[in-house]
């Protein structure tokens, strides 16, 4: 293992600390607090479970509310999350060492001020326009990922995407409220397979990024154990998740549509864990990274489509 660690290692390139100069901020900066990409997938999936919930299409008010009321609690936690990460972000190498809070380019202050506006203003969107259940899941989400993930898990322990990815989780619970104020076996089931999809997704991630982690001193999964017994972890959960994926098909929570494509995206994503598993280079990990992205937005697609044409 320990040879192994060393190659993957070895072909990566290494994190530098990077000095980069102060600037007064761009509203480009701000957006960037938002991790946009990230917000994006978070609000399809609780859009697609409240269509699920809805059996076809919500009311358009309610719809709209959903979207930016999302957008705005993932935009919230996501700036808090540049704050709490600042340090991390200074070792990581350019990429991260460029986010606006770690170049001081925006203060730590005005930062944390952006990121309870946004959350403030989200749950106010989301009361209004939803109902306080959806409203408070959203603020459960946020503070989930912020103080429990970012705070204390991702700095001890290697399990940290196993506990943290209910942060990521809460979003369909959230949408499935927004439909009808209440949840129900098929928010469940979201819920789950979202939880069990968190780790193949990071863990992917991490082994690109295992240097990286490792001078910042982050405990990932590939850092604390090493590529081979994260590529093993990687195609164990991606074998859970393909399995709790078709029952929701299978016992009739949803459709066959959504039993069908559940089939197909979850056998492409375990020939990409298997081949992880078999040599845990870079190239498999950044393949079955991507893919994961792709397979999760697809598979809620298939949940909204299922309910939209039953």
Known sequence: MTVAVGKL??????????????????????????????????????????????????????????????????????????????????????????????????????????GLGLTALAFAVLVVSTNLLAALLSLSGGAFYVGIYTYWLKRTTAQNIVIGGAAGAIPPLAGWAAAHGGLGVGAVALFVIVLLWTPPHFWALALLLVRHYAAADVPMMPVVRGPRATARQVLAYSAVLVAVTLAPGALGVFGLFYLLAAALLGAVLLALAWRLWRESSPANAGLLFHYSLLYLALLFVAVAFDAAVR
């Open 9 to 114: 290692v070895e072909s990566l390139p290494a994190p530098v600390t990077v000095a980069i100069p102060r600037a007064s901020a761009t509203w480009r900066d701000y957006v960037t607090l938002t991790k946009p990409r990230i917000m994006s997938l978070l609000v399809l999936s609780s859009v697609c479970a409240m269509i699920a919930a809805a059996h076809g299409a919500p009311g358009a008010v309610p719809l709209a509310g959903l979207v930016i009321g999302g957008a705005l609690a993932c935009g919230g936690a996501s700036a808090l999350n540049h704050v709490l990460d600042r340090d991390i972000d200074q070792l990581m190498g350019p990429r991260t060492a460029s986010r606006p809070v770690a170049a001081g380019r925006i203060s730590p202050a005005r930062a944390t001020a952006f």
